[in-house]
T-cell receptor, first 114, second 110 residues
C-alpha cells in the first residue's frame, strides 16, 4: 500500500539531546513537509522540500534541521536548541508544492522531553 | 500576514442535527482553500480543495463552499462517526506555503 510512514510513534528525550524523526513515502511525490501540532493549535510548518537536495525553512524552523538525500525520505532532527520540543510532529507529502493542496499525512510522532 | 481563523472552536450536535463550520481567511492571493479531517492521535485526512469564489464540493454528508473571504463546511444529518477535528488551510500564490487554522472539534452525540 502506498503511503507515508513515520517512526517512532512515541519518543521520549532528555533535555540537551538531539533526536531524529523518520519519514518515508512510497507515493513518488516530489514535495515533502514537516509540521508541528500543539494542543489547541493549528499545524505550523517547520521545513518543506520540493526536490531532492533542496529544502526551505517554514515558519518555525529554529532548533530543527532536515535533509533530503533521497526522494523517499525526509528526516527531521530536533536539536537541543529547540526550546520547547514536546509536541506532535506530522510529516506530509504532495505531488508538487504548488499543486492541488492535497497533502498526504503520516500517523505522526509524539515527542516528549523529560 | 496570511491568516486562517476557524469558528467555533468546538461544536456539539445531536445525531441528525445539521450545522456549518466557518473558516475565515486573509491571504494576498489565494491558490486554493483546503478542508481536512483529523481523528485523535492521527494525521489529517484530505477532504476538499476549493479554488474560486462560488465553488462547491460535496462528499457524503459534507459540503464545502467558498466566498472571497470565507469558506463553510456544511454537515447534513451528521452521524457519530463524523466526530473529528476539521481543519481549514489556505495556500497563497506568493510563496505556495500551506497555512492551517486551529480547527473545529466536532462531537456528534448519538
Amino acid at each position: 500500500d502506498g503511503g507515508i510512514t513515520q517512526s517512532p510513534k512515541y519518543l521520549f528525550r532528555k533535555e540537551g539531546q538531539n533526536v531524529t524523526l523518520s519519514c518515508e513515502q512510497n507515493l513518488n511525490h516530489d514535495a515533502m513537509y514537516w509540521y508541528r501540532q500543539d494542543p489547541g493549535q493549528g499545524l505550523r510548518l517547520i521545513y518543506y522540500s520540493q526536490i531532492v537536495n533542496d529544502f526551505q525553512k517554514g515558519d518555525i524552523a529554529e532548533g530543527y534541521s532536515v535533509s533530503r538525500e533521497k526522494k523517499e525520505s525526509f528526516p527531521l532532527t530536533v536539536t537541543s536548541a529547540q526550546k520547547n520540543p514536546t509536541a506532535f510532529y506530522l510529516c506530509a507529502s504532495s505531488l508538487e508544492v504548488a499543486g492541488t493542496g492535497e497533502l498526504f499525512f503520516g500517523e505522526g510522532s509524539r515527542l516528549t522531553v523529560l | 500576514e496570511d491568516q486562517v481563523t476557524q469558528s467555533p472552536e468546538a461544536l456539539r450536535l445531536q445525531e441528525g442535527e445539521s450545522s456549518s463550520l466557518n473558516c475565515s481567511y486573509t491571504v494576498s492571493g489565494l491558490r486554493g482553500l483546503f478542508w481536512y479531517r483529523q481523528d485523535p492521535g492521527k494525521g489529517p485526512e484530505f477532504l476538499f480543495t476549493l479554488y474560486s469564489a462560488g465553488e462547491e464540493k460535496e462528499k457524503e454528508r459534507l459540503k464545502a463552499t467558498l466566498t472571497k473571504k470565507e469558506s463553510f463546511l456544511h454537515i447534513t444529518a451528521p452521524k457519530p462517526e463524523d466526530s473529528a477535528t476539521y481543519l481549514c488551510a489556505v495556500q497563497a500564490t506568493r510563496d505556495d506555503k500551506i497555512i492551517f487554522g486551529k480547527g473545529t472539534r466536532l462531537h456528534i452525540l448519538p
